[in-house]
Structure formats: C-alpha cells, structure tokens
C-alpha cells in the first residue's frame, strides 16, 4: 500500500477516535456482592457522581459468589478501555489462599486503581442473646460445643478468617454460617437465626441505634469513637491481633496507564468533597487513605501475603 499524507490523517484520526470511543460506554461498576452491604453503598455513591462527572452512563453490577471471586473474574475478562472497572471488599485479597482454583489471579488480572479506606471488624451479638462479651461466647462454646452461631459475608472472607483465628487461639470453635453479603447476614442476625456477626464496622454502626445489636469486640488496634465502651480484641487477651475492612477499585490487566490514572482521580475528586468524606466516615465509620498507584499496590500485597499465612 502506499502511504500518502491522506492515509496518514486517516489513521491518526482513526487513533484518536478509539479512546473517544472507550469514553462513550456505558461504564459499569461490578460489586462482587449482593445489594446492601458497605461496598454496594459505596459503589452506589461513585456512581452517581462519576456520572455527573464524567458525562457518561454509569451503572452498578452486582454479581456476586465465592467470595467476591466471580465478580472480579467478570472485570478481568472485561475489555481493558475504562468501561469496567471492580469495586472491592477486603475479600479479594483472601481469594488466592481459600479457593482451590480461583477463576481470576488477583494479582495478574487485575490492576490496583484505588485505595479508600479502612475500617475496623466489629463483632457484634443479637440483643436478645446472652453475650455481653467475647469471653461470654468463649465460655458458652466450652460449655456447649457448637452451640454459638455467628454470620460472615461468606467463607473466607475476612470475618470468617478472624473468627477462626479467635477460636483457634481461645480453644473454641464457634460456628460458622457463611451468606452473601452483609445484608443476608445482618437480616439472619437481627432476627435471631444466628448469634453474632463478624463485620465491618460500616455494615455493624447501621444497626447501632436499633438496640437490636450489641457489639462485643472490634479488631482495630483503638476503640472507635462510636464503640468507646467496646474492647478491642488485643484489650480482651488477643495480643497484636487487628483485622482491617478496606475498600478499593481494580481495573482489568492491561488498562492504559492514563486510563487508570483518570479514574483513580475522578475518585480522589469525588470522595475528598467535604460532604461526602464525612458521609464515609459518619455512616461507614471509615478511615479515608485515598491512596492510588503503587500506594495501593503495597497496601493490596501485604493484606494478600498477611492473610496467605493466617488462612493456611
């Protein structure tokens, strides 16, 4: 073929047009758990604002199982052009060590895009049950094995793992009753199905104000402002032990770098507005980080690696 000026244009009109073209899809953030829990909210939250700020179609997928697994399968097979992007639990990081044959690696398939912030697991008792603290339970499971229940947002997921842990380490088992989502699980405890719930401290401050829910321990290394009565779990005889809920956006393998990087601030944008940073920490009690790049990246490799060793 021979080139001339007319081809030349032609390309680089074509070349121009294809990130255009990118921009115009409808954008879809997958949730990797049913509606109702923290990260659905979130979600919910960048939706609507990505879409005033970006003048596109946003909308919210949730495809939920195995532990957030499918959902960020789907967003690794998904085009790498900023159509698709996962919105995460602190699960995703606990996906290598508790399925046999993961459907996505999550550190290949996927790119760190955002960071936003942290949040520490709270466990929390039925109003209604006898548990006024974690050597209640204790107590209780000593005395009858298997007769404490407690809800996780599913097997392997971070509740469940410091659930484990604990019990390991009181010489207890207490058992375990995994669902979908925080949601499915908070509507089993409040309505007395299950005993406990191992969550966030954003999915256990909604229930606060119902007196339908004691909190009993939370895992953060200082008792949060909101539960000043309630020990954490190194006060209670646990020494050094911490389990953080975090939030954060991937995108596919393979997304150009401008892509991740105009997306990772369209986030930052979004979320430092005074209203909706205190929206995050008043509702979903969270420390904001708000941290992108290698930032995350880091982040994200230690949470795999810390979790690698205490699920095995």
């Not at 007319?6 to 997958?30: D, G, H, I, W, Y």
Request: neutral net charge; hydrophobic residues 45%; charged residues 15%.
């Amino acid at each position: 073929m021979t080139i001339t000026r007319r081809t030349l244009l032609a390309a680089s009109a074509a070349f121009v047009a294809a990130p255009a073209l990118a921009q115009s899809k409808t954008m879809t953030l997958v949730v990797p758990f049913p509606p109702g829990g923290s990260t659905d909210a979130l979600a919910r939250l960048l939706q609507s604002n990505l879409q005033t700020k970006l003048g596109r179609v946003v909308v919210v997928e949730n495809k939920s199982g195995a532990a957030g697994a499918l959902g960020a399968a789907q967003v690794a097979k998904s085009a790498p052009d900023g159509s698709s992007f996962l919105v995460t639990f602190d699960s995703h990081a606990v996906i290598p060590t508790i399925l046999d044959k993961p459907p996505v690696d999550v550190e290949k398939d996927l790119i760190p895009v955002f960071l936003v912030g942290t949040a520490p697991y709270v466990i929390a008792a039925n109003a209604g049950k006898p548990y006024k603290s974690f050597a209640d339970v204790i107590a209780a499971c000593k005395a009858s094995p298997g007769a404490v229940k407690y809800a996780s947002v599913g097997i392997g997921t971070l509740g469940h793992l410091a659930m484990t842990v604990l019990g390991k380490k009181a010489g207890v088992e207490i058992m375990h009753v995994p669902y979908r989502g925080g949601g499915p699980a908070m509507n089993d405890v409040l309505g007395g199905h299950v005993d406990l719930i191992a969550g966030s401290a954003a999915l256990v401050a909604a229930q606060l104000g119902t007196n339908m829910l004691r909190p009993i321990l939370q895992l953060g290394r200082e008792r949060l402002p909101i539960l000043p009565d309630t020990p954490t779990a190194i006060e209670a005889g646990f020494p050094d032990f911490e389990t953080l809920a975090w939030w954060g956006v991937f995108a596919p393998a393979g997304t150009p770098p401008d892509i991740v990087a105009g997306m990772a601030k369209s986030v930052k944008e979004i979320l430092s507005e005074p209203s909706i940073s205190a929206q995050l920490k008043d509702t979903q009690q969270m420390t904001l980080l708000l941290e992108d790049g290698a930032a995350f990246k880091t982040f994200f490799d230690k949470q795999v690696a810390y979790w690698g060793i205490h699920s095995a």
